[in-house]
């Protein structure tokens, strides 16, 4: 991280306005059909940071550090720790966006390893109607459905869409936090009838077979899935084209941030890539070796305050004892 980088978003609006004499926005719906939302994105990436926050008085006054800006006067309706499996998440109105605003956290380097290890399949058979052979990492899927978290969520969720029925629900999360996010946006709509949702994930990792990402995103169909140039997580559990059902596969849609050099400058844009969530043209034509790419995101930091080697701790964590140099290449 020790390139000063610049962000040029307009490159890209000016890229596509050129390219078709319309502006991003117009573009990108009509060819898309997509929900990218720049604007969104900027302030869920700040939630997503501030839910990494360990002092729990400073989020439920909203005073932490990361509780400024454009997350500022978040009114939080309820803060959701659970100790024994290094969890966390919120939920509360956001008067900015305007938007009922749910966030959970990534985890600890070493825990996450934790889950990830877990590469066993959970079949989905908990009562999701209408899915043959779908499969989810059930680690991911246990942080969501088999803790403290799902059922104060719910409960908080409830209220306040009775207070404010108006406001679309934004589900956000970064890492961990990005996987337990889409688990939360599939249960709200499958099992509760809710409406309106929005998710925004970064770093996520993969979550299920092609037959739940299928099924995903006919439920969940305004997800947009942030990735980071050669954010390792992303390419987290491998994806293999050839195995049918038995691969992980993503689900739609991936939005890429990437660098481009204009000589000695450095700039970063981004791509709004296909529906199949697997683009070949977006993070996947890049090897996934990078843990500073996974710890920030759009300038803001996504990891623990106190985490004082971040790096190279998540580079152990995640098991690769010479550094993750081939094993986790995509193709
Ligand atoms: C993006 O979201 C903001 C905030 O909700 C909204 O004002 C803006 O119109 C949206 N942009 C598009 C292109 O939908
Ligand atoms: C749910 O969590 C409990 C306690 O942590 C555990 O014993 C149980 O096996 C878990 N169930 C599933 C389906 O993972
Ligand atoms: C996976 O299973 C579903 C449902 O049986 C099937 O429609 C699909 O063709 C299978 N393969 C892939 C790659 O999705």
Request: proline share 5%; hydrophobic share 40%; glycine share 6%.
């Amino acid at each position: 991280m020790a390139v000063k980088e610049v962000f040029i978003w307009l490159l890209v609006s000016v890229f596509f306005a050129t390219a078709s004499g319309r502006g991003l926005d117009q573009v990108t719906q009509k060819k898309h059909g997509d929900t990218y939302n720049q604007t969104i994105t900027l302030v869920l990436v700040k939630f997503a940071s501030a839910v990494y926050t360990d002092d729990a008085a400073s989020l439920l006054s909203w005073s932490c550090p990361r509780c400024i800006g454009l997350t500022k006067g978040f009114q939080i309706a309820d803060l959701i720790v659970d100790e024994p499996h290094c969890l966390q998440a919120f939920v509360g109105v956001s008067n900015i966006l305007p938007a009922i605003v749910v966030a959970f956290r990534g985890t600890q380097e070493r825990s996450f390893h934790n889950w990830l290890e877990d590469l066993y399949w959970k079949q989905l058979d908990f009562g999701y109607p209408g899915v043959t052979d779908a499969m989810v990492h059930h680690g991911f899927y246990s942080a969501y459905h088999n803790t403290t978290l799902r059922p104060r969520l719910i409960v908080a969720i409830q209220s306040l869409i009775l207070k404010r029925p108006e406001l679309p629900i934004m589900i956000t999360g970064h890492s961990m936090g990005g996987a337990m996010a889409a688990f939360c946006a599939l249960d709200l709509t499958v099992n509760y009838g809710m409406e309106n949702i929005d998710v925004v994930t970064f770093g996520q990792p993969r979550i299920g077979n092609p037959s739940f990402a299928s099924y995903y995103n006919a439920y969940v169909p305004k997800t947009i899935r942030m990735t980071h140039n050669h954010d390792i997580v992303p390419h987290l559990p491998p994806y293999y084209s050839i195995l049918d059902n038995w691969t992980y596969h993503h689900s739609a849609r991936e939005v890429w941030i990437y660098k481009i050099a204009f000589g000695i400058l450095n700039y970063e844009t981004q791509k709004i890539c296909d529906g199949t969530g697997e683009d070949p043209d977006c993070s996947r034509s890049v090897i996934g070796n990078s843990i500073s790419d996974h710890l920030e995101y759009l300038g803001t930091v996504l990891r623990t305050d106190h985490s004082h080697d971040p790096e190279d701790s998540l580079l152990s964590a995640l098991g690769a004892p010479e550094g993750p140099r081939n094993w986790y290449k995509q193709r």
